[in-house]
């Protein structure tokens, strides 16, 4: 048995290697995309079928970030399996898996255009046929609220319950995503901050132009049930939405 799966039921522990692989090199996707800095930003996934999470340890860069790095908590944040401390946002990731079983997936960025947005606290509007795909409306700002217990989780929940975005902008913090999955989660992360700047950039050119809401439903619709290619030609599974091209 080595030290990453001590605390993990031997049923367990394929499912916690396989989680564990994904979340680390999900992580790798975050410096891609120009996401995060040094140390900032974190990625978890539920363990299928359990009541834990695999999420990036506190303070390790990412080229040292590994599966074997990677650690295993409960849904109250508890450290369960792993040699280092768990990301200081961990309390947050756990109160959204407690509050939202639908979410399998969680990001925090500080990505630059998305926090500059949090920082003014105002929401992204949707001015954009891909935010309407995407997000459904207007990316949400979330209440201010400081690390060190469940106060960010709770923001998060209580902003998303009430909206179709899987991001919510926090106040003078950041974006958190979220996903029926951790690469779900990572590429609305990777969204958000790619219409944050777009919006951005429109408003030094003058007023960007709101979509009408029956549009905008009739867009999110389209692509988060029709758009994208079946499982296999010719059936009648339902289409995915990895890509817009």
């Known amino acids: ?49 359990t009541d834990l ?8 860069t990412y080229d040292e970030l590994t599966p074997e790095s990677m650690v295993v908590c409960d849904l109250d944040g508890n450290l369960v399996d792993g040699t280092r401390a768990p990301s200081s946002d961990t309390a947050a990731h756990a109160y959204v898996y407690r509050h939202m079983p639908e979410v399998g997936g969680v990001v925090h960025t500080h990505s630059t255009y998305a ?8 929401p992204v509007p949707c001015v954009l046929t891909m935010m309407a ?29 009430s909206s179709r975005s899987p991001a919510v902008l926090m106040r003078n913090h950041g974006p958190f995503t979220i996903g029926a999955d951790a690469k779900a989660a990572v590429k609305a992360a990777v969204m958000v901050e790619e219409v944050a700047r777009t919006v951005h950039i429109s408003r030094q050119l003058g007023d960007p132009l709101p979509i009408a809401q029956h549009h905008v439903d009739s ?9 994208g290619q079946s499982s296999s030609l010719g059936d009648d599974a339902p289409a995915t939405k990895e890509e817009h091209a």
């Open 53 to 60: 999470f695999v999420i990036k340890p506190s303070g390790v």
């Open 133 to 161: 795909d995407e997000f459904g409306g207007d990316i949400p700002i979330g209440p201010f609220a400081l690390i060190g217990d469940d106060s960010i989780g709770r923001g998060i929940v209580e902003t998303l319950r």
């Open 1 to 49: 048995m080595s030290l990453e799966t001590a605390g993990i039921p031997e049923h367990l522990r394929d499912e916690v290697a396989r989680t564990r692989d994904v979340v680390a090199r999900l992580h790798a996707e975050l410096p891609r995309w120009g996401l995060v800095v040094w140390t900032a930003g974190n990625v978890s996934q539920r363990v299928a079928g």
């Open 115 to 122: 926090t500059a947005w949090a920082a003014r606290a105002e």
């Open 219 to 227: 867009l999110y619709a389209r692509y988060q049930n029709v758009y």
